[in-house]
């Protein structure tokens, strides 16, 4: 299922956020749920002034669904909101489970204490935890789904991330790109001077035959196999086919924890000019 029915996207007011959350509408009009999470007061609020302070902590909170709310309006969509109390990837994973979504949207920056939580540790939590798909907006980037780009290395990450490319490109008539990487470094001893034809052998074929497949579902495709730093690989051919999605999965092959992102996915968010959609299990 390539059209998400039911969103939860992260605001807190910053341009940054308020884009992410106009952009998501792209992907569906008629139930976005716009969340912003403001700090827990862990002192006593039964004290004076303990209620006047709870009010003021989730005072940007409040201010942030105003905005979305207003550009929700301007945009001709109706939004539900949550001003949710507590850490960021909690609660943010907490309502997506509650509410059945099918897609968590975040903005890549902002400056409150919501955007800060979400940089780093958090936002790997937030892809970490979700038990659906996560979207991630870069700041002033549009969700086009005309090219598209499936970094893959063949493991069960990568291969639900292709089940998903091949659904956007069939639904919305896209073209696909998929490349594989041999990162030579992370393989194999710094002494071996080349790549022998049996290293990339695997990878060429399994490229190869996802090729085939996406070709036999009437989608226009085309396969590379590059060698180098994976992430820096995957950028640059983002950068030169002009992609308007990179679709991948949130680990590789290197047996990580569910509950972290793999390096290269990570990196990709991090610096990649196109949203970057993580595919979860």
Known sequence: MA??????????????SLHALKESLKLSKEDVIAVSVAPRYEGD??????????????????????????????????????????????????LAESENVDLIVMGRSGNSFFARALIGSQAR?????????VLVVPPEASIGLQKILLPTDGSKYSQKAGERALDFAKSYGGELTIVSVFDLCSKVSVSVPQVSPEMLSPIQEYVADFKSL????????????????????????????????????????????RLLMGSVTEKVIGHATCPVLVVKL
């Not at 059209?3 to 940054?16: N, Q, T």
């Open 214 to 257: 996406a070709e036999s579902q009437g989608i226009k495709t085309q396969g590379v196999v590059e060698q180098g730093r994976a992430e820096q690989k995957i950028l640059d051919l983002a950068a030169n086919h002009q992609i308007d999605l990179i679709i991948m999965g949130s680990h590789g092959r290197t047996g990580l924890d």
């Open 125 to 133: 939590r937030v892809i970490g935890y979700s038990p659906v798909d």
């Open 3 to 16: 059209r998400y029915s039911k969103i939860v996207v992260a605001v807190d007011g910053s341009e940054p």
């Open 45 to 94: 609020l039964s004290i004076a002034g303990g209620q006047n302070l709870s009010a003021l902590l989730s005072e940007p909170c409040e201010r942030a669904l105003g905005k979305a709310q207003e550009l929700a309006e301007m945009e001709g969509v109706q939004i539900s909101t949550a001003c949710m109390v507590g850490e960021p990837y909690e609660e943010i994973v907490d």
